[in-house]
Structure formats: structure tokens, C-alpha cells
């Protein structure tokens, strides 16, 4: 299976991994048969393409190009121009109107499908394996970390379950996150809550109970300290003022 993210990085854990692979766009990396994995991403506009090639052809592909696959390991690979072409192709292939596709179109869209696999192959024995940048993979780790925070402010999230999301020790991330934006994961979490529930309050009928509530926080009085630590008048009679402190 060859796996390419089209929008956003792509989260990919494999059981030979001890840690997640990230992959980026314009990049792709081949999952071999019968090896468990998952993947997913932490931000809502991450999406990808699986293509699913036969073993026989990819052994047919291998004996033409006198080249073995090499999928033991998994690396993330640069992505052609020609794949990338491909992939836009069988992505677009679509059947416009209503009642049962034609003949024409089934025989399109299974040339363009049979075009995507033998792209895939041809990257696999041909691209050249990306060397990570540093710097580009923590920004986008903490993107991804400041996303999954954001989706799970309602819940108890501990810094374990955090660490373990992303396959980090609780130093390692602790430390990267805190070089990035300037503070702890606990404060980052504080801050959007308060954002978040100053603007639920803003709504009509909200009380101070179903904000703190819908932001993961049982009690009213701890919201009300928070608000007070981060410059927002009470939580009671907010009207999406923040207040300046000095």
C-alpha cells in the first residue's frame, strides 16, 4: 500500500515503529502486506490517498525495472512530479449526473486507477528518501499538538496521554512545546479554555455551569480563576470584554 498525503501531514503508526511517521505533502511512503498500521491526523483539513497495488504487479513491475521494492523499512520518500499527476488525475476521475456510470467512464476511471498503481511502483524504485529538517518537523509536531489540544479541551487530558499521542517522552515534549510557543502545555490548555468559554458566553441562555462544563472544567469557581488569571472580567457578567491588566 502506498500512502500520500494530499492537505495537511499525515500521521502514520506502523507496528515495526516505534514511533509515528509524519508525512508530509508531496511525499509518500509504501506500507508492506500484512503489516498493521493506522493513521490519522491531528488537524481537520488532513487528507490522503491510499492506493492499493497488487503484489503481482508490483513483482512484475520489480522484474521490468530489474529493481527490488524496498518496503522493509519504513522512509518517507519524495513524491514525483508524475505521481503527483496521477494522484490528481485518479482523485479527479468522477462520473458527472445522475443514473449508472457509462462504459466511457468506467473505462477512464480504471486507466487512470491502473496509471496511479504503476506511479506508485515506479516512485517506489525510483525516489529519492527524504532527509528530515529539523526544524520544519518540530513546527509541524507542535501544530499538531496545539490541534489536538484544541479537540480535547472538554476531556481530562494528561500529559502521559499527550506524550503517548505523539510518541515523545513527557520531557522531550514538555521541552519542545514550550520552546515554541513560550509556555507549558497546562497553561496553553488554560488559556483556550477561557477563549473558548468567553466566547460560548457571549451566546444567549449560556450559563456559567455549561461554558465551564464544555470546556472540561467541573467547577464554575475555578473558570471564574482563570478568567481572573488571564485578564477577563467575571465569567457571570461577561459580555466579551477582556479587561486589561497591568
Known sequence: MFLLPRTGQLVLNVESN?????????????????????????????AHVAVYVASDFVTFCERKARRKLSCARISIWSAPLLLLDAVRVATGTARSGEGPPSELWALRADLAARTLAASCVEAGLTAAALTPNRA?????????????????????????????????????????????????????????????????????????????????????????RLFRKYGYGPPKGYKGDAVTTS
Do not use: N, W
Not at 26 to 36: Q, T
Open 18 to 46: 516505534v514511533a509515528p511517521v509524519r508525512v508530509a505533502p508531496k511525499s509518500f511512503v509504501v506500507v508492506p502486506p500484512e503489516r498493521m498500521h493506522d493513521t490519522r491526523g491531528y488537524r481537520p483539513e488532513q
Open 136 to 224: 520544519d518537523a518540530r513546527a509541524e509536531i507542535v501544530r499538531d499538538i496545539c490541534a489536538f489540544l484544541d479537540e480535547t479541551l472538554d476531556q481530562p487530558i494528561p500529559l502521559e496521554r499527550v506524550a503517548y499521542e505523539f510518541g515523545l517522552s513527557q520531557r522531550s515534549l514538555t521541552r519542545v512545546f514550550r520552546e515554541a510557543t513560550g509556555e507549558s502545555i497546562v497553561d496553553y490548555q488554560s488559556r483556550r479554555r477561557v477563549e473558548i468559554a468567553a466566547t460560548l458566553l457571549t451566546s444567549p441562555g449560556m450559563t456559567v455551569l455549561a461554558a465551564a462544563a464544555a470546556v472540561g472544567l467541573e467547577s464554575p469557581s475555578y473558570l471564574a
